[in-house]
């Protein structure tokens, strides 16, 4: 048995935290607690320290190394867990100054990842951002069977454990690359397949454990998994729901970021992100209870530009309100007249309704006002109208046949236009069709 196999048992955890500036950050050490915790550890001791610059050899320094491997024995330590990355080099190191394992950021958020995820698609996606990570930190733990020089004895297998390790782990990934690749695939027929029914797509971002996920269930009536913790769901789920003036539209309920991302994940959440990337809308997600809200929206737009979703229109939907005494729900418009931000709580409900208006109005503002002349013949198409939520008034003509108001963009227009069968019947008013003046002026009088 390895000496630093895993416990069956929560294993105890040392948390160390180095400081390269003048000021400790003492949200990135309650954050890195969080961390800590949301992979089932339990945290006996957090040490933090401040250096210029890491040591080469063991980034904290021998004398730090040493107090730390003190309180390791002193603490019955399974675990030593660094809020930063180190090298191959130093992991190795540390591990034989401190007697226990030795792990960084990044593992530590690929093995939360490993035990959130649930779905097929979610476990290739770890799995891989895993084996990305681990191909560039690979051990010479088999020296004994490396011998290539000749003689008595000393003859070897002719390729070291080393290097087969490493062509099982490339091998591995090409075949997780080629099975999400097909997801790639499934995921964008499923996007055709939405714009060829003319959804809107509405997707969830923001930082991790801001309530994304209980925004999601308040909106589409759900019952997504929630919890107070980092990276509580991993897989998307999307849903419909009906807004104003456009309905229905696709909610998606997306991973979420966190500062330091390690870049192997955001590379194998790109099937994911493409979701993000494709949206019609971004509600990002922010905490208004957390004081270093502003640092991490920085982090999450970071995050966004990354993936090629920076010009998405983006609502900022500030939630926890409820943690804030004498905030109320609310709607905060830019000096253009539009929606610049959303005050709500998604545990109360509070404020949603005024985010489902906050949508139609943000999706609906790329969409021409339309007056059509719908003869009776085109029932079906009247009904096609009405059905995604685009009809905003209506009136009976004399003569049969309908009236509408229609509110759609261009770029669903032709679409629809083209499925209709009854397009022969359906025409839009010109300035000139003198039958429908007083029609429309009796509408327009009606709207106000």
């Known amino acids: 048995m390895c000496p630093f196999d895993r416990a069956e048992v929560a294993e105890r955890a040392l948390l160390v935290h180095v400081d390269f500036s003048q000021a400790t950050d003492a949200s990135s050490i309650g954050e890195f607690v969080e961390l800590a915790q949301s992979a089932d550890v339990q945290v006996s001791e957090v040490v933090?320290?401040?250096?210029?610059?890491?040591?080469?050899?063991?980034?904290?320094?021998?004398?730090?190394?040493?107090?730390?491997?003190?309180?390791?024995?002193?603490?019955?330590?399974?675990?030593?867990?660094?809020?930063h990355d180190l090298s191959p080099t130093q992991e190795r190191n540390l591990e034989q100054v401190l007697?226990?394992?030795?792990?960084?950021?990044?593992?530590l958020i690929l093995d939360i990842f490993a035990q959130r995820a649930r779905s097929f698609e979610g476990k290739l996606q770890v799995e891989l951002a895993q084996l990305r990570h681990l191909s560039t930190r690979l051990i010479r733990g088999w020296t004994h069977l490396e011998r290539q020089k000749g003689g008595i004895g000393l003859r070897g297998?002719?390729?070291?454990?080393?290097?087969?390790?490493?062509?099982?782990?490339?091998?591995?990934?090409?075949?997780?690359?080629?099975?999400?690749?097909?997801?790639?695939?499934?995921?964008?027929?499923?996007?055709?397949?939405?714009?060829?029914?003319?959804?809107?797509?509405?997707?969830?971002?923001?930082?991790?454990?801001?309530?994304?996920?209980?925004?999601?269930?308040?909106?589409?009536?759900?019952?997504?998994?929630?919890?107070?913790?980092?990276f509580a769901t991993l897989d998307t789920t999307l849903r419909t729901v009906d807004v104003p003036g456009e309905h229905p539209v696709i909610v998606s309920d997306t991973v979420g970021f966190i500062r330091r991302l390690p870049p192997e994940l955001v590379d194998a959440f790109q099937a994911t992100l493409e979701e993000t990337r494709?949206?019609?809308?971004?509600?990002?997600?922010?905490?208004?209870?957390?004081?270093?809200?502003?640092e991490r929206k920085k982090d999450v737009e970071a995050v966004l530009n990354r993936i090629g979703a920076g010009d998405v229109p983006i609502l900022e939907v500030y939630n926890k309100i409820d943690l804030l005494p004498g905030h109320v729900a609310k709607l905060v418009r830019r000096k253009d007249g539009g929606v610049d931000r959303i005050w709500l709580s998604a545990l109360d409900g509070v404020g949603c309704r005024l985010l489902l208006d906050a949508i139609a109005e943000c999706v609906n503002q790329s969409k021409n006002r339309r007056w059509l002349i719908i003869e009776p013949q085109a029932g079906k198409f009247r009904a096609m109208l009405y059905e995604i939520g685009a009809v905003t008034d209506e009136l009976?003509?004399?003569?049969?046949?309908?009236?509408?108001?229609?509110?759609?963009?261009?770029?669903?227009?032709?679409?629809?236009?083209?499925?209709?069968?009854?397009?022969?019947?359906?025409?839009?008013?010109?300035?000139?069709?003198?039958?429908?003046?007083?029609?429309?002026?009796?509408?327009?009088?009606?709207?106000?």
């Open 99 to 107: 007697g226990c394992r030795v792990v960084n950021r990044s593992r």
């Open 278 to 294: 494709d949206s019609s809308l971004l509600l990002h997600v922010i905490d208004a209870h957390d004081e270093d809200r502003d």
């Open 157 to 230: 297998p002719g390729e070291t454990q080393l290097e087969t390790d490493r062509r099982l782990i490339v091998r591995r990934i090409k075949q997780i690359n080629q099975r999400l690749a097909r997801v790639r695939r499934q995921r964008r027929q499923s996007a055709r397949f939405r714009r060829r029914a003319m959804l809107s797509t509405i997707s969830l971002v923001g930082y991790t454990n801001t309530g994304k996920s209980t925004l999601f269930n308040q909106l589409v009536n759900g019952n997504a998994y929630t919890a107070d913790q980092l």
């Open 396 to 448: 009976d003509l004399a003569a049969g046949g309908w009236l509408v108001e229609a509110m759609v963009s261009e770029a669903r227009w032709q679409p629809f236009l083209r499925m209709s069968e009854a397009i022969s019947h359906v025409r839009e008013v010109t300035a000139g069709d003198s039958l429908c003046q007083f029609d429309v002026a009796t509408l327009e009088k009606d709207t106000a």
């Open 48 to 83: 933090t320290a401040r250096r210029i610059a890491p040591d080469p050899k063991l980034f904290i320094g021998s004398g730090k190394a040493a107090e730390v491997a003190e309180l390791c024995r002193s603490h019955s330590v399974d675990v030593v867990l660094f809020n």
